[in-house]
């Protein structure tokens, strides 16, 4: 049976040169930042904060970017991914508040060097098993934190931590948002956002500094992924025992890969604290670990623009649709299902996987064509 | 049984190697060596233990007992990938292309075993690693225009047809920048033409300077291209010699040709 599929996405070509892409970009860039003071209609979440959901949408693309780096490149299915996520938080909360008074900026290298060791630590024996038992062995890692979170009484125990360090405020100008009524546009002058003050009732600043942290980190992708390291842990992911014979030592690049990973996972674990501004144990469950999951394999792993997507649509779609209350979840099922039947590769995948689901089907309709010649001939 | 003496200096050399699995032997207690500049054939009926010789050859299996020696260095407790760095290359029997990625990255993956730039370099885009990235794509390009796929390297792997398949899997190997490049059946399921034009590929890869292994089921391909052969059966080495001294050899024939033959006739 052939398989319905949606259609490919492309830029259509006057859109492909070059200084036209980097215009876009800067326009895009300029346009998701200016994003939660624009306030549009229909986009904005009609019943929550929408500086807040932009600014968890923020922490999770973050996030996916970091599993991206371990599922979608290196190809090592990681369910415990929470766990680097929660020692990111709770590094930064243990120092700032709990046994020290660290400022936030420079609990953020302990942070990222602590969760990359745990990577490492994690990595170094179970990076020789593959496949399931990898992602079994992950799965504990995820319930070890949090459960030795939550029985510590040195971090919190199960009320966690209060009163986590925010970032420094610099109260630089004042922004108001727009306020659309009946198809005009108003300055809301009763409505500014602070720029730059992290308080605790207007997320716009966090969103503006964890989109920034997205950008800097996807350019270390970029960069990363174009170089040897890339092309490495795509030989591994596609066949370990090959890439070996072909001098790579796969084990130290799988290693690397979790390692950065939790680089990434920590840093948004440490951002995403700062903005809570309290941590407990019970919010870093499994079911975190399956929404990052699900994030990367609804936009497309491997591909970084897809992750991005599916990790904003995971957070942006249920809060949009809030108002259909518990419906929204049962929403969101029948979403995935439809997906996992229509595009089992993501939204986005990556070219080349497109590249060869295209050729898979052009044999397919040729072969439909000879068997058509056959019966007419 | 007298044999050819081969001219270069022994490279690699396979010395009264056994492996078992379990109560099976796999090989028993074989010995050879390859020399320098040579293309040695590999040759045995199915099951013979010639693929299984070569895994023990690119590290893939361990010896039960006896070791094999590249230049004189012990190679039993080599990584896989320290093996390919030293100078042993292979391909696989069956196809082991990177299929998602475009035939030149696939080269360049073979190619970046020599390359000592690592995560920061790639992360600041300094000029070394710029310059080892540039220079590994050229020698990869350059590959693919050796073993004939020059074309193509902007396809992915997977999209490419059968033969050049296996033409990318020799470039592949070659990439690595071998000492002694190990072919396993390069010519499984070609026709005698593609198989003619293999031969020329495998002799152009000598003329290059390469030392090549070559196993092979197909008697006239390797009666055609190679300069020593060494029969295995049941694991066993059974005669080794010019094509000619193998041809007549009833050890040989008994095993293999003569079965093959009777068949034919």
């Known amino acids: 049976m052939k398989r319905p599929t949606l259609p490919e996405i492309t830029l259509p070509a006057p859109l492909r040169s070059k200084p ?19 306030d549009l209609p229909i986009i904005t979440t009609p019943d929550s904060d929408f500086g807040g959901v932009l600014y968890t949408m923020a922490t999770y693309v973050l996030i996916a970017l970091g599993l991206n780096i371990v599922i979608g490149y290196a190809g090592l299915l990681d369910l415990g991914y ?8 709770y590094t930064t909360a243990v120092l700032g508040v709990q046994h020290g008074h660290w400022p936030f900026l420079a609990t953020i290298p ?14 170094a024996p179970t990076l020789r098993v593959r496949g399931d038992y990898l992602a079994i062995v992950t799965l504990g890692f995820g319930e070890i934190i949090r459960l030795a979170a939550k029985n510590s009484d040195w971090l919190g125990g199960a009320r966690g931590i209060q009163n986590v360090p925010k970032p420094p405020s610099v109260h630089l100008f004042d922004v108001p948002h727009l306020r659309w009524e009946n198809g005009t546009v108003l300055i809301d002058v009763s409505n500014k956002t602070q720029a730059f003050v992290f308080g605790f009732i207007d997320y716009v600043p966090y969103y503006w500094l964890a989109l920034t942290v997205i950008f800097i980190v996807l350019i270390a992708d970029v960069l990363i992924k174009s170089s040897r390291v890339g092309r490495a842990w795509e030989a591994t992911r596609e066949d370990e025992d090959a890439a070996e014979v072909m001098g790579v030592p796969t084990f130290r690049y799988k290693l690397l890969a979790f390692a950065m990973g939790a680089f990434v996972g920590g840093l948004a674990g440490s951002i995403s604290a700062a903005g809570a501004n309290f941590i407990y144990p019970d919010s870093y469950q499994i079911q975190v670990s399956v929404i990052f999951v699900a994030a990367v394999v609804i936009g497309g792993q491997g591909n970084r623009w897809g992750v991005m997507l599916g990790a904003a649509l995971v957070v942006y779609l249920p809060e949009r649709f809030r108002g259909l209350e518990e419906y929204r979840i049962l929403m969101f099922g029948v979403a995935l299902m439809l997906l996992a039947t229509f595009r089992p590769q993501g939204l986005l995948p990556p070219r080349n996987a497109r590249r060869a689901r295209k050729l898979e089907r052009d044999l397919e309709e040729l072969e439909v064509g000879d068997e058509v010649q056959e019966v007419t001939s | 049984m007298t044999t050819d003496q081969p001219t270069g200096e022994v490279m690699l050399e396979v010395d009264h190697v056994t492996l078992r699995f379990g109560g099976v032997t796999a090989l028993d207690d074989v010995s050879f060596a390859i020399h320098e500049g040579e293309i040695l054939g590999l040759i045995g009926p ?3 233990g010639k693929t299984t010789c070569f895994n023990v050859m690119t590290g893939v299996y361990r010896p039960t007992m006896g070791d094999v020696r590249f230049r004189g260095q012990g190679l039993s407790r080599m990584k896989r990938f320290e093996i390919t760095r030293i100078g042993i290359a292979r391909t696989f029997q069956n196809i082991r292309l990177f299929k998602t990625m475009t035939a030149l990255d696939n080269v360049m993956v073979g190619g970046d075993t ?5 995560l920061l370099n790639a992360l600041f885009r300094t000029p070394r690693q710029r310059h080892e990235e540039a220079e590994t794509r050229r020698r990869a390009l350059e590959l693919l225009d050796f073993v004939g796929i020059g074309r193509r390297g902007d396809e992915l792997a997977a999209n490419l047809s059968y033969g050049d398949q ?13 000492k002694l490049l190990c072919l396993d059946e390069p010519a499984a399921g070609f026709n005698p033409a593609e198989k003619e034009r293999l031969m020329e590929l495998i002799r152009k890869v000598r003329d290059q300077g390469y030392t090549v292994l070559l196993i092979e089921h197909d008697m006239r391909l390797v009666m055609g291209v190679t300069d020593r052969i060494v029969v295995l059966e049941f694991g066993r080495k059974i005669a080794e010699g010019s094509p000619t001294e193998v041809r007549d050899n009833p050890a040989v024939i008994a095993a293999y040709l003569g079965v093959d033959e009777e068949d034919a006739s």
């Open chain 1, 20 to 38: 036209v892409k980097i215009v876009g970009l800067a326009i895009l860039v300029l346009f998701l930042y200016a994003l939660p003071i624009l």
């Open chain 1, 110 to 123: 302990v942070a990222v060097a602590v969760t990359m060791l745990s990577g490492v630590i994690l990595g």
């Open chain 2, 46 to 48: 199915n099951g013979a």
């Open chain 1, 82 to 89: 929470v766990g680097f996520y929660a020692i990111g938080a």
């Open chain 2, 166 to 178: 296996r033409r990318l899997e020799i470039a592949r190997a070659l990439a690595t920048n071998p």
């Open chain 2, 114 to 118: 020599h390359s000592s730039v690592g």
